[in-house]
């Protein structure tokens, strides 16, 4: 046999296709990849498990008709929207909301002071340290919040009474509950500039660190920045266990206050509320992914 003719049969060979098991036909093979199905069935589920328990609220908030008494004909009746002015135009909501809102302000500005001078020297000097620092960032999360307000408490009561008086004495602790959040969002900004990268090359033109940082590095990082903060806004107006324990009137108190007198009412702006903070989140998202940005989220 001449040489052409091996060459050509062990080609043959590499090529022809592996033989399908006995008893095996096509559409046997079709039934044993079913992630399309699996994956659209397990959508489904998710959605429902959200959307139903949300329609609920929807029609205890909005439309006054007993359980009892609904029926197929009585859907379309006893739908109104007064709850939800009402509770909109009550004094302590109004007041309740101005509190949550100049608290999240703060809590942004304190986590950004925090976090972000911390994650960019930790990108441009030592990234080896970046898991030490994302593992410290869940730390806060470690610890229960009733023992955190309680050891926090005890230790500044006797020294500075006036802090714990005052609404703001929740910043820290919105802060801290949020870290997770905030660094992984500004951690993900870097990774997309190439942060490292445009120090190095601002260095080699002589900018100093405080400039690469302020006129270089931050201007880049406005889509993280933006995730940043509409994360630490969102677990703020949502936060109840602070506050709660701390006896403070934000939003999430008042609006459990308010619902003891008012159900109705306080359920629609309870979801009005929610709703409202998943469409901003949902547009932050949409924002960060045409700037080719994604969080990571591993480890919360």
Same mark, same amino acid.
């Given at each position: ?195 490292? @990268? ?12 405080? @400039? ?37 009137? @934000? ?45 990571? @989220?591993?480890?919360?």
């Amino acid at each position: 046999m001449s040489k052409e003719s091996v060459v050509s049969l062990d080609v043959a060979a590499r090529t022809e296709p592996a033989p399908r098991p006995a008893g095996l036909g096509h559409g046997h093979w079709r039934l044993i990849r079913p992630a399309p199905v699996v994956k659209g069935a397990f959508l489904v589920v998710v959605a429902l498990y959200f959307i139903v328990p949300m329609l609920a609220m929807a029609r205890f908030a909005f439309q006054n008709v007993p359980m009892a008494l609904l029926t197929p004909e009585k859907l379309l009746d006893g739908w109104s929207f007064s709850g939800l002015w009402t509770a909109l135009s009550d004094p302590g909501i109004i007041a309740a909301t101005k509190t949550s809102v100049l608290l999240v302000a703060f809590a942004i500005a304190l986590n950004l002071a925090l976090l972000l001078p911390l994650a960019i020297v930790t990108e441009v000097h030592s990234p080896r340290l970046r898991p030490v620092l994302s593992a410290v960032t869940l730390l806060p999360w470690v610890i229960p919040p009733i023992a955190l307000v309680v050891g926090v408490a005890a230790t500044f009561r006797a020294a500075v009474p006036w802090f714990l008086a005052s609404d703001f004495s929740l910043v820290p602790f919105y802060a801290l509950w949020a870290m997770p959040f905030t660094y992984r969002a500004l951690d993900a900004g870097l990774q997309a500039i190439s942060a490292r @990268t445009l120090y190095e090359a601002a260095r080699t033109m002589g900018a100093s660190l405080t @400039t690469i940082i302020i006129r270089v590095i931050i201007p880049n990082m406005g889509a993280a920045i933006a995730a940043a903060s509409a994360l630490t806004a969102a677990m703020v107006l949502g936060e109840f266990a602070f506050a709660s324990l701390l006896l403070k009137t @934000t939003l999430p108190t008042e609006m459990v206050n308010y619902q003891r007198g008012d159900p109705r009412g306080g359920l629609a702006l309870a979801l009005i509320v929610m709703i409202l903070t998943a469409l901003a989140l949902g547009l932050v998202v949409r924002s960060l992914r045409r700037r080719g940005l994604t969080v990571q @989220t591993a480890g919360i």
